[in-house]
């Protein structure tokens, strides 16, 4: 696979050399298609093709080792994962990479911060609604909700209190045997900030990753060290404008949220995929949201978090915060934001 990822980026790289082969920095572009399930897209400004290649495939591999270690549906060899964690819930402890301890340990971090409104604990009730999501999507005529009852059991089993961590072991333990961890809201961004840190230290300070979304902008771009440019998504499917903004940004983050992606039909409404941990059902305060602030891991964090609190909670929490800024998106078309977001929209 890697091998094919290399070739991929050597294509993409020549095709867009050709349209800048008189500047001093070369814009190159890749991506990415089978990294945390979504497509990963990589920009950034060498002098060489062979130098952009090197730090694309830099990026990939860090990202491959984050997408398997945190990966709940696979297996892979040699590697204890999020699923085999999840498989040994209630049997025993599990010795695990420090990457993955780190991410447990700031999930919990997250979920004090977003007053539970975040909770990797919540893996039983987030199955269920996948379950029910993925028949509907495949068989609508029989689309359904799943029960309550079903619901109000599976939450039974979410505290997060029983997610055991040994750091010095290097050990997680389930306590509950019914237990399930779904890091799906946090895992994707923090795996984003750490690859770029890691692609910072080795040397590559100017660059625009996305991750299915997920956007870190490091540093500047072009020899005249500008802002990156990124676009914040329309909820509204049906207009004509694919974005509500752009928006101009240096050594920051950007993720977005929002009821526009997976969801599906049942008598005629839409059930999105991101659930309200105190109703158990998909949240209904907005249509989109989007967090600005400089980690990645923070901002899909956030994003979540006031995705699933009523407005002025959600302001509330941002504004505690430093260098953070939001926008929400209601059903009406209404547009609110933080004290400072409009600074970040180019004009």
Not at 1 to 21: D, E, G, H, W, Y
Not at 152 to 165: G, P
Not at 209 to 214: E, K
């Amino acid at each position: 696979m890697k091998k094919r990822i290399v070739i991929f980026v050597l294509i993409t790289c020549m095709i867009i050399n050709i349209s800048a082969c008189n500047s001093k920095k070369t814009k190159y572009e890749a991506s990415f298609l089978v990294l945390f399930n979504t497509v990963t897209e990589v920009v950034g400004y060498t002098k060489t093709k062979d130098e952009f290649t090197k730090f694309a495939q830099l990026i990939y591999d860090n990202l491959e080792e984050y997408h398997q270690l945190y990966d709940k549906y696979h297996n892979y060899e040699g590697i204890n994962n999020i699923k085999v964690i999840n498989d040994n819930a209630g049997i025993k402890p599990v010795k695990v990479d420090k990457k993955v301890i780190d991410l447990l340990l700031y999930s919990k971090e997250m979920y004090n911060l977003s007053k539970g409104n975040v909770n990797i604990a919540l893996g039983p009730v987030l199955e269920i609604w996948h379950d029910y999501r993925t028949m509907g999507v495949n068989n609508p005529q029989d689309a359904k909700l799943p029960p309550m009852s079903e619901l109000e059991e599976a939450k039974k089993h979410t505290d997060i209190n029983k997610i055991i961590i040994d750091e010095s072991a290097s050990t997680v333990f389930l306590e509950d045997e019914f237990m399930s961890l779904d890091v799906g809201a946090i895992a994707k961004g923090y795996a984003t900030e750490q690859v770029s840190q890691i692609a910072i230290n080795m040397g590559y300070p100017n660059f625009l990753l996305s991750v299915g979304g997920n956007v870190r902008a490091s540093g500047s771009k072009g020899e005249k060290e500008e802002s990156w440019n990124v676009g914040i998504q329309n909820p509204d499917q049906e207009s004509e404008e694919g974005n509500l903004f752009i928006l101009s940004v240096k050594d920051l983050s950007l993720v977005s949220s929002g009821n526009y992606e997976r969801y599906y039909t049942v008598n005629g409404k839409q059930y999105h995929h991101i659930i309200s941990p105190d109703t158990l059902m998909p949240s209904e305060y907005f249509t989109a949201v989007s967090v600005v602030c400089k980690d990645s891991g923070l901002a899909d964090t956030l994003s979540t978090a006031i995705y699933n609190m009523p407005f002025e909670e959600g302001k509330a929490l941002i504004d505690s915060l430093e260098d953070t800024e939001a926008l929400w998106v209601f059903a009406n078309g209404e547009m609110k934001y933080s004290n400072n977001f409009e600074s970040f929209i180019k004009k």
